[in-house]
Protein backbone atom coordinates (compact mmCIF):
# COMPACT_ATOMS: atom_id res chain seq x y z
CA UNK A 1 0.00 0.00 0.00
CA UNK A 2 1.56 3.42 -0.84
CA UNK A 3 1.63 6.07 1.56
CA UNK A 4 2.22 9.79 0.99
CA UNK A 5 4.96 11.62 3.03
CA UNK A 6 6.49 15.18 3.27
CA UNK A 7 9.95 15.21 1.89
CA UNK A 8 12.26 17.53 3.91
CA UNK A 9 13.52 20.54 2.32
CA UNK A 10 17.07 21.17 1.55
CA UNK A 11 17.09 24.44 3.39
CA UNK A 12 16.56 24.56 7.15
CA UNK A 13 12.87 25.08 8.23
CA UNK A 14 12.81 28.47 10.40
CA UNK A 15 10.67 28.87 13.63
CA UNK A 16 8.04 30.78 13.85
CA UNK A 17 6.34 30.11 10.75
CA UNK A 18 3.41 29.37 9.46
CA UNK A 19 3.28 26.00 7.96
CA UNK A 20 -0.02 25.87 4.64
CA UNK A 21 -0.76 23.34 2.38
CA UNK A 22 0.52 24.40 -1.00
CA UNK A 23 1.53 24.31 -4.71
CA UNK A 24 5.20 24.90 -6.37
CA UNK A 25 4.76 25.90 -9.91
CA UNK A 26 7.47 26.80 -12.76
CA UNK A 27 5.83 29.62 -15.15
CA UNK A 28 8.22 31.52 -17.23
CA UNK A 29 11.07 30.12 -16.10
CA UNK A 30 10.55 31.08 -12.42
CA UNK A 31 9.64 29.16 -9.54
CA UNK A 32 6.51 30.17 -7.79
CA UNK A 33 4.18 29.15 -5.11
CA UNK A 34 0.33 29.06 -4.23
CA UNK A 35 -1.21 29.18 -0.98
CA UNK A 36 -4.07 30.38 1.08
CA UNK A 37 -4.52 32.13 3.90
CA UNK A 38 -7.27 33.78 5.91
CA UNK A 39 -7.84 37.14 5.42
CA UNK A 40 -7.46 38.31 8.79
CA UNK A 41 -3.99 37.26 8.54
CA UNK A 42 -2.80 38.63 5.28
CA UNK A 43 -1.69 41.71 6.38
CA UNK A 44 0.62 40.64 8.33
CA UNK A 45 2.43 38.98 5.54
CA UNK A 46 2.34 41.43 2.94
CA UNK A 47 4.16 44.89 2.16
CA UNK A 48 2.27 47.95 0.96
CA UNK A 49 2.36 50.75 -0.52
CA UNK A 50 1.17 54.08 1.16
CA UNK A 51 -0.55 57.39 0.12
CA UNK A 52 1.95 59.77 -1.13
CA UNK A 53 2.14 62.54 1.06
CA UNK A 54 2.54 66.23 0.38
CA UNK A 55 5.87 67.52 -0.97
CA UNK A 56 7.04 63.79 -0.04
CA UNK A 57 10.38 63.05 -1.11
CA UNK A 58 10.61 60.37 -3.17
CA UNK A 59 14.24 57.64 -3.38
CA UNK A 60 13.57 56.66 -7.20
CA UNK A 61 15.91 52.93 -6.15
CA UNK A 62 13.08 52.39 -4.09
CA UNK A 63 10.23 52.74 -5.81
CA UNK A 64 8.49 48.91 -6.75
CA UNK A 65 4.71 50.31 -7.02
CA UNK A 66 2.68 52.69 -6.97
CA UNK A 67 0.90 55.19 -4.59
CA UNK A 68 -1.92 53.85 -3.27
CA UNK A 69 -4.78 55.68 -4.15
CA UNK A 70 -7.49 55.97 -1.03
CA UNK A 71 -10.57 56.29 -3.19
CA UNK A 72 -9.90 52.99 -4.75
CA UNK A 73 -8.94 51.27 -1.58
CA UNK A 74 -12.33 52.51 0.14
CA UNK A 75 -14.40 51.09 -2.62
CA UNK A 76 -12.86 48.08 -1.98
CA UNK A 77 -13.96 48.25 1.69
CA UNK A 78 -17.56 48.87 0.40
CA UNK A 79 -17.45 46.42 -2.06
CA UNK A 80 -16.87 43.57 0.61
CA UNK A 81 -19.40 45.32 2.93
CA UNK A 82 -21.89 45.43 0.83
CA UNK A 83 -21.88 42.29 -1.22
CA UNK A 84 -22.18 38.90 0.69
CA UNK A 85 -20.90 37.11 -2.02
CA UNK A 86 -17.47 39.39 -3.19
CA UNK A 87 -15.09 38.08 -5.72
CA UNK A 88 -11.67 38.81 -5.42
CA UNK A 89 -9.16 38.19 -7.21
CA UNK A 90 -5.41 36.31 -6.11
CA UNK A 91 -2.78 38.63 -4.65
CA UNK A 92 0.98 38.28 -6.83
CA UNK A 93 3.85 38.65 -4.32
CA UNK A 94 7.18 38.66 -4.20
CA UNK A 95 9.90 36.52 -2.61
CA UNK A 96 13.37 37.49 -2.40
CA UNK A 97 14.63 33.98 -1.67
CA UNK A 98 13.25 30.80 -1.67
CA UNK A 99 10.62 29.46 0.91
CA UNK A 100 10.82 26.25 2.59
CA UNK A 101 8.49 23.81 1.14
CA UNK A 102 8.20 19.69 1.40
CA UNK A 103 6.68 18.06 -1.50
CA UNK A 104 3.44 15.16 -0.78
CA UNK A 105 5.51 12.21 -2.43
CA UNK A 106 4.21 8.24 -2.87
CA UNK A 107 7.24 7.25 -1.18
CA UNK A 108 8.19 4.49 -3.23
CA UNK A 109 8.06 6.75 -6.38
CA UNK A 110 10.18 9.78 -4.45
CA UNK A 111 12.75 9.37 -6.92
CA UNK A 112 10.61 9.98 -9.92
CA UNK A 113 10.20 13.49 -8.58
CA UNK A 114 11.51 16.53 -11.66
CA UNK A 115 12.36 19.66 -10.65
CA UNK A 116 10.19 21.35 -12.78
CA UNK A 117 7.27 19.68 -11.98
CA UNK A 118 4.48 20.89 -10.21
CA UNK A 119 4.16 19.84 -6.91
CA UNK A 120 1.54 19.83 -3.73
CA UNK A 121 3.24 20.39 -0.17
CA UNK A 122 3.28 22.17 2.39
CA UNK A 123 5.04 25.38 2.57
CA UNK A 124 6.44 27.37 5.62
CA UNK A 125 5.71 31.55 6.01
CA UNK A 126 8.26 32.57 8.56
CA UNK A 127 5.66 34.95 10.52
CA UNK A 128 7.91 38.00 10.62
CA UNK A 129 8.57 38.30 6.96
CA UNK A 130 6.68 40.39 4.33
CA UNK A 131 6.46 40.07 1.10
CA UNK A 132 6.69 42.55 -1.50
CA UNK A 133 3.29 43.14 -3.51
CA UNK A 134 3.62 42.91 -6.87
CA UNK A 135 -0.27 43.24 -7.72
CA UNK A 136 -3.17 43.52 -5.12
CA UNK A 137 -1.98 46.17 -3.33
CA UNK A 138 -4.97 47.83 -3.02
CA UNK A 139 -6.99 45.12 -2.03
CA UNK A 140 -4.28 43.92 0.34
CA UNK A 141 -4.44 47.23 2.19
CA UNK A 142 -8.62 47.59 1.95
CA UNK A 143 -8.67 43.95 3.48
CA UNK A 144 -5.82 44.62 6.23
CA UNK A 145 -8.03 47.22 7.31
CA UNK A 146 -11.41 45.66 7.34
CA UNK A 147 -10.03 42.79 8.93
CA UNK A 148 -9.12 45.53 11.73
CA UNK A 149 -12.19 47.98 11.83
CA UNK A 150 -15.33 45.10 10.58
CA UNK A 151 -13.55 41.23 11.13
CA UNK A 152 -17.17 40.18 10.15
CA UNK A 153 -17.71 40.67 6.92
CA UNK A 154 -14.17 38.98 6.26
CA UNK A 155 -14.41 35.83 8.68
CA UNK A 156 -14.03 32.66 7.12
CA UNK A 157 -12.37 33.95 4.31
CA UNK A 158 -9.77 33.01 2.28
CA UNK A 159 -7.01 34.79 -0.03
CA UNK A 160 -5.19 32.94 -2.79
CA UNK A 161 -1.64 33.97 -3.12
CA UNK A 162 1.20 33.65 -6.11
CA UNK A 163 4.54 34.22 -4.98
CA UNK A 164 7.24 34.53 -7.42
CA UNK A 165 10.46 34.23 -6.02
CA UNK A 166 12.46 37.05 -7.34
CA UNK A 167 15.40 39.53 -6.43
CA UNK A 168 16.17 41.57 -9.23
CA UNK A 169 14.87 44.90 -8.65
CA UNK A 170 14.53 45.82 -11.89
CA UNK A 171 13.01 42.59 -13.29
CA UNK A 172 10.15 43.39 -10.05
CA UNK A 173 9.16 46.82 -11.61
CA UNK A 174 9.05 45.35 -15.16
CA UNK A 175 6.55 42.48 -13.40
CA UNK A 176 4.76 45.78 -12.16
CA UNK A 177 4.32 46.80 -15.18
CA UNK A 178 3.40 44.13 -17.36
CA UNK A 179 0.84 43.12 -14.82
CA UNK A 180 -1.14 45.93 -15.39
CA UNK A 181 -0.26 46.23 -18.93
CA UNK A 182 -2.38 43.25 -19.60
CA UNK A 183 -5.11 43.71 -17.44
CA UNK A 184 -8.10 45.78 -19.58
CA UNK A 185 -10.43 47.63 -18.18
CA UNK A 186 -13.94 46.27 -18.34
CA UNK A 187 -16.38 48.50 -20.52
CA UNK A 188 -19.24 50.74 -19.36
CA UNK A 189 -21.67 48.17 -21.39
CA UNK A 190 -20.19 45.32 -19.71
CA UNK A 191 -20.22 46.92 -16.16
CA UNK A 192 -24.34 47.81 -17.21
CA UNK A 193 -24.86 43.85 -18.52
CA UNK A 194 -23.44 42.26 -15.35
CA UNK A 195 -23.91 44.65 -12.57
CA UNK A 196 -26.81 42.84 -10.94
CA UNK A 197 -26.17 44.83 -7.63
CA UNK A 198 -26.50 48.37 -9.07
CA UNK A 199 -30.30 49.26 -9.33
CA UNK A 200 -29.99 50.92 -12.54
CA UNK A 201 -28.24 48.59 -14.62
CA UNK A 202 -30.86 46.41 -13.38
CA UNK A 203 -33.64 48.06 -14.37
CA UNK A 204 -32.06 47.76 -18.14
CA UNK A 205 -31.56 44.31 -17.60
CA UNK A 206 -35.60 44.25 -16.78
CA UNK A 207 -36.16 46.59 -20.18
CA UNK A 208 -34.28 43.84 -22.39
CA UNK A 209 -36.38 40.76 -20.75
CA UNK A 210 -39.59 42.62 -20.67
CA UNK A 211 -39.33 44.12 -24.00
CA UNK A 212 -38.64 41.95 -27.12
CA UNK A 213 -37.81 44.33 -29.82
CA UNK A 214 -34.87 45.59 -27.45
CA UNK A 215 -33.48 42.57 -26.94
CA UNK A 216 -33.39 41.85 -30.83
CA UNK A 217 -31.83 45.62 -31.51
CA UNK A 218 -29.52 46.17 -28.55
CA UNK A 219 -25.70 46.35 -28.86
CA UNK A 220 -24.96 44.34 -25.65
CA UNK A 221 -21.34 44.61 -25.39
CA UNK A 222 -19.72 47.69 -27.38
CA UNK A 223 -20.30 51.02 -26.59
CA UNK A 224 -21.02 51.91 -29.90
CA UNK A 225 -23.16 50.61 -32.63
CA UNK A 226 -21.04 49.71 -35.56
CA UNK A 227 -21.64 51.65 -39.41
CA UNK A 228 -23.37 48.33 -40.81
CA UNK A 229 -25.20 47.06 -37.52
CA UNK A 230 -28.84 46.06 -37.64
CA UNK A 231 -28.84 47.21 -33.87
CA UNK A 232 -30.24 50.55 -33.03
CA UNK A 233 -29.01 50.96 -29.16
CA UNK A 234 -25.96 50.15 -26.98
CA UNK A 235 -27.04 49.06 -23.24
CA UNK A 236 -25.51 52.18 -22.64
CA UNK A 237 -28.06 54.24 -24.92
CA UNK A 238 -31.10 52.58 -23.15
CA UNK A 239 -29.49 53.48 -19.43
CA UNK A 240 -29.16 57.51 -20.60
CA UNK A 241 -32.74 57.14 -21.31
CA UNK A 242 -33.37 55.92 -18.25
CA UNK A 243 -31.55 58.30 -16.34
CA UNK A 244 -33.36 60.74 -18.07
CA UNK A 245 -36.87 59.40 -17.78
CA UNK A 246 -36.25 59.57 -14.10
CA UNK A 247 -35.23 63.34 -14.31
CA UNK A 248 -31.76 63.03 -13.75
CA UNK A 249 -29.17 64.44 -16.76
CA UNK A 250 -27.24 61.51 -18.11
CA UNK A 251 -24.69 64.23 -19.47
CA UNK A 252 -23.63 65.04 -15.45
CA UNK A 253 -23.75 63.58 -12.26
CA UNK A 254 -27.48 62.47 -12.72
CA UNK A 255 -26.15 59.07 -13.06
CA UNK A 256 -24.76 58.16 -9.71
CA UNK A 257 -27.27 60.51 -8.02
CA UNK A 258 -29.92 58.01 -9.27
CA UNK A 259 -28.31 55.67 -8.26
CA UNK A 260 -27.78 56.27 -4.65
CA UNK A 261 -31.38 57.55 -4.52
CA UNK A 262 -32.66 53.93 -5.88
CA UNK A 263 -30.49 52.15 -3.33
CA UNK A 264 -32.41 53.89 -0.62
CA UNK A 265 -35.68 54.26 -2.23
CA UNK A 266 -37.76 50.62 -3.70
CA UNK A 267 -40.77 52.83 -4.43
CA UNK A 268 -38.82 54.85 -6.36
CA UNK A 269 -37.26 52.19 -8.64
CA UNK A 270 -40.22 50.77 -8.78
CA UNK A 271 -41.86 54.33 -10.65
CA UNK A 272 -38.88 54.44 -12.61
CA UNK A 273 -38.64 51.29 -14.45
CA UNK A 274 -42.84 51.89 -14.94
CA UNK A 275 -41.49 55.15 -16.79
CA UNK A 276 -38.85 53.15 -18.54
CA UNK A 277 -41.31 50.76 -19.74
CA UNK A 278 -43.73 53.13 -20.87
CA UNK A 279 -41.51 54.81 -22.86
CA UNK A 280 -39.78 51.99 -24.88
CA UNK A 281 -43.26 50.60 -25.93
CA UNK A 282 -44.16 54.03 -27.12
CA UNK A 283 -41.30 54.22 -28.76
CA UNK A 284 -41.89 51.07 -30.91
CA UNK A 285 -45.02 53.35 -32.67
CA UNK A 286 -42.00 55.56 -34.07
CA UNK A 287 -42.27 55.52 -37.44
CA UNK A 288 -38.06 55.09 -37.94
CA UNK A 289 -38.23 51.97 -35.42
CA UNK A 290 -41.02 50.54 -36.48
CA UNK A 291 -39.56 50.48 -40.08
CA UNK A 292 -35.81 49.01 -38.55
CA UNK A 293 -38.13 46.16 -36.69
CA UNK A 294 -40.07 45.39 -40.27
CA UNK A 295 -36.78 45.03 -42.14
CA UNK A 296 -33.81 44.92 -40.17
CA UNK A 297 -31.76 45.03 -43.37
CA UNK A 298 -32.41 48.39 -43.62
CA UNK A 299 -31.58 49.57 -40.33
CA UNK A 300 -28.25 50.99 -41.18
CA UNK A 301 -29.95 53.20 -43.56
CA UNK A 302 -32.88 54.37 -41.15
CA UNK A 303 -29.99 55.15 -38.74
CA UNK A 304 -28.72 58.19 -41.03
CA UNK A 305 -32.52 58.98 -42.04
CA UNK A 306 -33.27 59.84 -38.00
CA UNK A 307 -32.15 61.27 -35.16
CA UNK A 308 -34.19 59.06 -32.79
CA UNK A 309 -32.17 56.00 -33.86
CA UNK A 310 -28.94 57.92 -31.92
CA UNK A 311 -27.88 58.06 -28.95
CA UNK A 312 -28.04 61.56 -28.65
CA UNK A 313 -31.85 61.39 -29.98
CA UNK A 314 -33.13 58.91 -27.00
CA UNK A 315 -31.40 61.00 -24.75
CA UNK A 316 -33.50 63.77 -26.36
CA UNK A 317 -36.74 62.08 -26.82
CA UNK A 318 -36.43 60.41 -23.23
CA UNK A 319 -35.59 64.06 -21.44
CA UNK A 320 -38.68 65.52 -23.23
CA UNK A 321 -40.48 62.63 -21.36
CA UNK A 322 -39.05 63.08 -18.33
CA UNK A 323 -40.07 66.21 -18.27
CA UNK A 324 -43.82 65.10 -19.55
CA UNK A 325 -43.79 62.40 -16.46
CA UNK A 326 -42.72 65.44 -13.94
CA UNK A 327 -45.43 67.80 -15.15
CA UNK A 328 -48.55 66.13 -15.78
CA UNK A 329 -50.56 62.39 -14.33
CA UNK A 330 -49.38 59.39 -16.19
CA UNK A 331 -52.42 59.05 -18.38
CA UNK A 332 -51.82 62.83 -19.67
CA UNK A 333 -48.00 61.89 -20.17
CA UNK A 334 -48.58 58.73 -22.03
CA UNK A 335 -50.56 60.79 -24.56
CA UNK A 336 -47.78 63.22 -24.42
CA UNK A 337 -45.02 60.74 -25.25
CA UNK A 338 -47.04 59.04 -27.82
CA UNK A 339 -47.46 63.15 -29.47
CA UNK A 340 -44.01 62.73 -28.82
CA UNK A 341 -43.34 59.59 -31.00
CA UNK A 342 -45.75 60.68 -33.88
CA UNK A 343 -43.16 64.06 -34.27
CA UNK A 344 -40.92 64.28 -37.29
CA UNK A 345 -37.51 62.97 -35.97
CA UNK A 346 -35.97 62.93 -39.41
CA UNK A 347 -32.88 64.55 -39.29
CA UNK A 348 -34.24 67.01 -42.17
CA UNK A 349 -36.66 68.40 -39.49
CA UNK A 350 -35.73 72.22 -39.69
CA UNK A 351 -35.94 72.36 -35.74
CA UNK A 352 -32.64 70.42 -35.60
CA UNK A 353 -30.58 72.00 -38.01
CA UNK A 354 -28.03 74.17 -35.85
CA UNK A 355 -29.21 72.47 -32.79
CA UNK A 356 -28.06 69.06 -32.84
CA UNK A 357 -27.68 68.40 -36.39
CA UNK A 358 -24.77 70.12 -38.01
CA UNK A 359 -24.28 71.83 -41.72
CA UNK A 360 -22.55 68.37 -42.81
CA UNK A 361 -26.02 66.24 -40.90
CA UNK A 362 -23.67 64.85 -38.48
CA UNK A 363 -25.23 64.56 -35.02
CA UNK A 364 -23.68 66.86 -32.38
CA UNK A 365 -23.85 65.16 -28.59
CA UNK A 366 -22.66 68.48 -26.74
CA UNK A 367 -24.64 69.11 -24.14
CA UNK A 368 -25.32 72.40 -25.60
CA UNK A 369 -27.14 71.16 -28.83
CA UNK A 370 -28.93 68.66 -26.87
CA UNK A 371 -30.42 71.03 -24.45
CA UNK A 372 -31.17 73.52 -27.15
CA UNK A 373 -32.78 70.86 -29.34
CA UNK A 374 -35.27 69.84 -26.35
CA UNK A 375 -36.16 73.39 -25.60
CA UNK A 376 -36.79 73.49 -29.77
CA UNK A 377 -38.81 70.46 -29.61
CA UNK A 378 -40.93 71.55 -26.37
CA UNK A 379 -41.49 74.89 -27.81
CA UNK A 380 -43.13 73.39 -31.50
CA UNK A 381 -44.99 71.06 -29.62
CA UNK A 382 -46.55 74.30 -27.67
CA UNK A 383 -45.11 73.77 -24.58
CA UNK A 384 -43.37 76.43 -22.52
CA UNK A 385 -42.19 75.16 -18.88
CA UNK A 386 -40.35 76.93 -16.64
Known sequence: MQTISAKMPSIGTPTGSLMLPALKYVSGKREWYAVTIPYKTLGKFVQTSSVKKKNQEIIKSEIKNRFLDKKHKDDIKQYIKEEEEYTIPPITLVSYEKLPFRPFVFEENESDILPSDSLAGIIFLPIDYEFECLDGNHRSVAIRELASEAPEYIADSHMLLNIVVENRPRKIRQDFVDVNKNAKQTTSSINTLFNTR???AGIVADLLEEIDYLQETTELLATSVSKNSKDIYTINNLKNAVIEL???NSQSTGEEK???ELKDNTSEREKVKERAL?????????RFINQCLKNRDKTPE???????TSGTGIVIASRISGIFFKEFDESRAILEIEKLMAYDWSRNNY???GNVITPSQKISNS??????TVEAILKDLGFNFK
Not at 278 to 286: A, E, G, Q, R, V
Not at 367 to 372: A, L, T
Open 278 to 286: IFFTKLKSN
Open 246 to 248: AGY
Open 302 to 308: LRNESLL
Open 198 to 200: DPL
Open 351 to 353: IFK
Open 367 to 372: RESISN
Open 258 to 260: LVK
